[in-house]
């Protein structure tokens, strides 16, 4: 039977060169997704080591407030100047030299630009002269608070070289420096994975990173000989007491490539979250032709039960071929997701300046790529198998018939499966799935698409027939109508599979667009402002401007009242958060029209606060409540609550007075708002506003329309990453489309052989199959627009509670994934439609 | 026979070869066929099986190509004709019947009489889609799909769909080989009355001496070359030949097998 299932595939090999890919392409991505992120983080682990080799141990102080990875910036701990001292005084210790190292030193290059930074950090540090990593390339270190040195790929960006005046922007708002050197890096290395180095002075490094003088934030501890690390590590911890993290070279290293690992393992987790839904798509695809082959093959099962098989053997065979495909796609699947996944880490490693590890294969990737390959097959087989296995014997006697089966069963099915998936959404939506709510959503969904994909046979021979009716002026196109038509099982998969894709896009479309729209439109109405300050951020650290200009602003003529807003990352009464703080509450509270719930909130004295109301119901704060506050820097102290704000969806959390934000990890605001008086036209005051943001580049100033815009652009990209994710998934629907009209052509060889017999000409019988394909794929996006429009609403019905009030269905992107749709028809039919022009008339009509 | 002219020929072969295949597996199915199918005739091809009957057809109607030799329909020569031009030579010149797999199984049996014309964007002339669907008897099935029409039904669905664009020639390959007498009976009856009545030109490949003696004239094919022929044909005559025939070949069977395997001239 083995011998016979492999003889009979090898004849059927084309039929299953498509299939195979769908499997290919999803494992690849799994594959690959998993290489990638391993490669990545061998290749930090490799940075982190080279950083730190020379490193014996150093001592850091305690951070103040621990931030998560994902929540910001962590504002690194200072430690009085006499920590050096106390350091060297411990046996073992060779030497110790104090350090300053800290984000936020953002060059200015010579295009009057702050050199942007997409994730490493662009560290203000003191000059320690040559020696460990540092290499000067160019002039001399600083020694005058007016000088600074900075690495040469920094120096290269921003067209900068010795003997420059630079502006660079610290804790203080822009200052100028000459540049006196650039240094690189051992093993002539321009740069340390696109971290940014501006070295200053000792002092000068101290006051404008850390904001204080005789502070250090890391000594550099070297052992006297024959001390080892971690002797001299325990030795130092003991000598030192609490409140400081004395660490190895090694465990520093490990650290900072484990924070890092965190964040590519979430990418991972996307990645594969997409890779799935790709896999997903596979299965219908896979279905189908294993559906289609069964149907084709009915006689000669029919014989081979006949001749004494059993339905066992027939199950059997029809599932050995399914992991004969399962595993040679997968092995194929892992030898290109490996060959992805290195070329995506080594353009990943170019763009970061990260210099990529060796290729390995991590066993996960393996084992993941053959688990899944062969059970996606596997669990696509299992239901044309057990169709193939009911085949009763008499069928090889009789005339090959396509079975016209009632779609009752399947439409009831269909129905309770999305009645089942519509629940499960709903209590993930509404927050009662006991904390399992992400995978409520995400299980919903994915039921809802299989319910719908169960409905699609019975809808669409109505829908198919109304597509169809805008082809049917023409001969080819009326045929290629009745044909899409023929089949809905098989139409209905195929094009169920683009559904999937299609939805998730066009449903993301809907929220974001709802959200855009509800946003924008409370932004509108809610904010009293005609000209913001902003500036977009692209790393951890957002932009930020000098806070002169808000005064300068306020004297300027015709403008009424000006706000700034500061944020930070504080512990607040135990648990750690975003906490702002506006130059003026009144004009805050003006602005975004925030309402007193309890108390008022309309001045902060220092030593007090203000928080909205969802917070303090959740944290159970009320007006009069003393909270302790820890902020980035300085000492913790504790605040009264003098009022509670009606949260607004533009506008939460807790709010300090301005005093405190000297001790703001970011002294400087991040935001500022301008209130016009009456009659003033804002395009009359934006150009003196921008002008006095001539010295903070990170920032400019806009009108309300243009923030909103530019707010929402970010929305924008968000859909972009996730179109392009789904593309594969996409791509394998296209597939589909392909191997089903493929399929159905050398079903249909008689008929096409007698269409041209009858006159059908080449290029009418390639508008044939187009037109099938186009309406199979219209269909498809239509479902997918329709079903997607539905979980998005779905979900902005949930979001109302979020300030998504307004559901706003974005039209012409939808219209436009129809017309996409048209098109991918188009390109699909391409191959199958030359197949069938080029049908030979004598060998179609030739009876076997 | 009577003395043909030109015009009087709907189609002619001269001097046809074909060849399938090369070296060893060369088959020579036509060795120099010279045939004129009178026009407004009824002409049957006979010949045992293997006779190369099928693909003298397929030539004579530009389905196929030939290896040497000319075709001709009315005044065109298929040779040096595109595919552009033979599928048009089909849509708006020739009829076909074939065997079986005549019809479209997703199209009404109105439809698929109607194909060749849509296909070619013209409109039935109203009178004659009558006449045609009179003559068939199918006027009250004309709405149904093949799937719902007898065995018989759809060979005259077939008959009807070459026979509605008025072509120049209909060939019909076996067009009752999968039909029982009474079907067949029907069907040949079809095809004969629209020759004398509508001046159809109809070439008919048949293996029954029965159906063949519904035709004005049997040509008889052996071994790929015309053999003999027979005006006004009945049951017995053609039996006679057929019998004759087979001796014949036996006899030759050793003479002709040699030349097969000689190069073609
Ligand atoms: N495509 C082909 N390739 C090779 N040889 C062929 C091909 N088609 C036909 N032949 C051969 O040509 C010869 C004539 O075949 P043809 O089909 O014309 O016979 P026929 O008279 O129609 O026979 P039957 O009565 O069995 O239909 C046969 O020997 C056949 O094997
Ligand atoms: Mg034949």
Redesign the interface.
């Known amino acids: 039977m083995l011998r016979a299932t492999l003889t009979s595939m090898l004849h059927r090999k084309l039929r299953l060169v498509l299939s195979g890919l769908a499997v290919v392409l999803g494992v690849m991505f799994v594959s690959g997704s998993l290489i990638l992120t391993d490669t990545l983080s061998r290749s930090f682990d490799n940075l982190f080591a080279g950083v730190y080799a020379d490193t014996d141990v150093q001592v850091h102080g305690e951070p103040k407030v621990a931030v998560d990875e994902f929540e910001g910036e962590q504002v690194p701990a200072t430690m009085p100047a006499d920590i050096v001292d106390r350091v060297a005084d411990v046996p073992g210790v060779a030497s110790a030299v104090g350090e300053v190292e800290a984000d936020g030193a953002r060059v200015i290059g010579s295009d009057g630009k702050v050199v942007t930074s997409f994730g490493p950090p662009r560290l203000g540090v003191n000059w320690g002269g040559q020696g460990g990593l540092i290499e000067l390339r160019d002039g001399r270190g600083p020694s005058a608070p007016n000088e600074i040195a900075i690495d040469a790929a920094l120096a290269s960006n921003a067209g900068l070289s010795v003997g420059d005046q630079v502006g660079v922007l610290t804790l203080e708002p822009r200052q100028d420096f000459e540049l006196v050197g650039t240094f690189g890096f051992t093993e002539d290395r321009d740069t340390i994975g696109g971290v940014q180095f501006v070295a200053f002075t000792d002092e000068v490094a101290q006051e404008l990173m850390l904001g204080e003088t005789g502070v250090w934030t890391a000594v550099d501890v070297k052992a006297a000989p024959g001390v080892s690390h971690e002797q001299l590590r325990d030795d130092l911890t003991a000598a030192l007491g609490d409140g400081y993290q004395v660490r190895t070279g090694a465990e520093l290293a490990e650290d900072a490539s484990a924070g890092l690992r965190s964040g590519l393992a979430f990418f991972n987790n996307i990645l594969l979250g997409f890779a799935g839904v790709a896999l997903f798509v596979g299965i219908f695809l896979i279905l189908n032709t294993f559906s289609i082959m069964v149907a084709q093959r009915t006689r000669e099962l029919a014989l081979t039960r006949a001749v004494g098989a059993s339905r066992r053997q027939i199950v059997g065979s029809v599932l050995v071929e399914a992991v004969v495909i399962g595993l040679i796609a997968a092995g194929l699947g892992l030898a290109a997701g490996v060959g992805v996944g290195a070329l995506l880490a080594t353009l990943a490693g170019g763009f970061a300046s990260l210099p990529t590890a060796g290729l390995a294969v991590p066993a996960s990737a393996v084992i993941s790529a053959f688990t899944v390959g062969v059970l996606v097959t596997v669990v696509a087989a299992g239901m044309p198998a057990l169709r193939a296995s009911r085949v009763p014997p008499v069928a090889a006697m009789q005339e090959a018939a396509t079975p016209d089966r009632p779609l009752t069963r399947l439409s009831v099915a269909g129905t309770a499966t999305l009645a089942a998936g519509g629940a499960m959404l709903a209590l993930g939506l509404t927050g009662n799935a006991g904390g399992q709510e992400l995978w409520a959503v995400l299980g919903g969904v994915l039921v809802c698409f299989v319910g719908a994909a169960l409905l699609t046979p019975l809808i669409a021979r109505p829908v198919v027939s109304l597509l169809g009716r805008l082809f049917s002026w023409s001969v080819p196109g009326k045929l290629g109508r009745l044909n899409s038509g023929r089949n809905p099982r098989r139409t209905a998969i195929t094009a169920a599979a683009l559904m999937v894709g299609v939805a998730l896009v066009a449903g993301v479309g809907v929220i974001l667009d709802s959200a855009k729209t509800s946003i924008g439109g409370l932004a509108e109405d809610a904010m009293d402002a005609e000209l913001i300050i902003s500036g977009e951020q692209t790393g951890p650290r957002p932009p930020s401007f000098d806070p002169d200009v808000l005064d300068r602003a306020a004297a300027l003529p015709g403008v009424d009242t000006v706000a700034g807003l500061y944020g930070d990352q504080a512990e607040v009464d135990g648990q750690t958060g975003f906490v702002s703080a506006g130059t003026d509450l009144a004009a805050v509270r003006k602005m975004f029209g925030l309402t007193a719930e309890s108390g008022t909130v309309d001045t902060l004295a220092p030593g007090q606060l203000v928080v909205d109301s969802r917070t303090a119901e959740d944290r159970g704060i009320a007006v009069g409540d003393r909270l302790p506050v820890q902020l980035s820097r300085g000492e913790p102290s504790t605040y009264q609550v003098v009022g509670v704000y009606e949260w607004l969806p533009i506008f939460g959390g807790f709010v300090l007075p301005p005093e405190a934000t000297a001790n703001f990890g970011i002294p400087q605001p991040d935001m500022g708002f301008v209130k016009l008086t009456e009659g003033t036209p804002a395009d009359q005051v934006q150009p003196q506003v921008a002008a006095l943001l001539a010295d903070s580049p990170e920032v400019s100033v806009t009108d309300q329309n243009a923030f909103i815009e530019q707010q929402s652009s970010q929305l924008d990209s968000v859909l972009t990453m996730i179109q392009i994710l789904l593309a594969l998934a996409i791509l394998i629907a296209v597939l589909g489309i392909i191997n089903t009209l493929a399929l159905s052509v050398l079903e249909r060889t008689r008929e096409i052989g007698l269409l041209r017999a009858v006159g059908l000409g080449r290029a009418a019988t390639m508008r044939m199959i187009t037109v099938e394909a186009v309406v199979i794929a219209v269909f498809g996006a239509l479902l997918g627009v329709v079903v997607g429009s539905g979980l998005g609403a779905a979900v902005v019905g949930a979001l109302g509670d979020e300030g998504i009030t307004t559901l706003t269905l974005p039209w012409t992107q939808l219209a436009t994934y129809l017309v996409l749709a048209g098109i991918v028809g188009v390109v699909a039919a391409v191959l199958p439609a030359i197949r069938a022009a080029r049908t030979d008339v004598l060998t179609a009509i030739a009876y076997e | 026979m009577s003395a043909l002219g030109n015009d009087g020929v709907a189609a002619r072969a001269s001097d046809v070869w074909k060849v399938y295949g090369s070296g060893e597996a060369q088959v020579v199915a036509l060795r120099g066929v010279n045939v004129e199918l009178a026009r407004g005739a009824f002409t049957a091809i006979m010949g045992p099986s293997g006779s190369g009957k099928s693909t003298l057809m397929?030539c004579l109607a530009g389905?196929?190509s030939v290896t040497r030799g000319e075709i001709s329909i009315g005044d065109t020569q298929l040779t040096g004709l595109g595919?552009?031009g033979l599928?048009?030579l089909?849509?708006?010149r020739v009829g076909?019947i074939?065997?079986?797999?005549?019809?479209?199984?997703?199209?009404t049996a109105r439809e698929n009489i109607l194909?060749?014309l849509?296909?070619?964007?013209r409109k039935p002339d109203r009178g004659w889609f009558d006449t045609v669907i009179d003559t068939v008897g199918l006027a009250d099935r004309l709405s149904h799909r093949p799937?719902q029409l007898s065995g018989g039904q759809q060979q005259r669905v077939a008959c009807a769909?070459a026979l509605v664009t008025k072509p120049e020639v209909v060939f019909a390959d076996e067009p009752t080989g999968n039909l029982d007498s009474r079907s067949s009976a029907e069907v040949l009856g079809f095809l004969r009355s629209s020759v004398h009545e509508s001046g159809q030109t109809i070439v008919m490949v048949t293996h029954d001496p029965a159906a063949a003696a519904y035709a004005d004239r049997v040509v008889f094919l052996g071994d790929g070359q015309i053999v003999d022929e027979l005006t006004d044909p009945t049951a017995e005559t053609v039996l006679d030949i057929m019998k004759r025939l087979d001796t014949l070949l036996l006899v030759n069977a050793g003479e002709l097998a040699g030349s097969d395997a000689g190069p073609v001239r």
Do not use: E
């Open positions: 397929h389905l196929d595919d552009a599928t048009k089909r849509r708006d076909f074939f065997q079986q797999f005549n019809l479209l199984p997703m199209l194909l060749p849509s296909i070619a964007g799937s769909r």
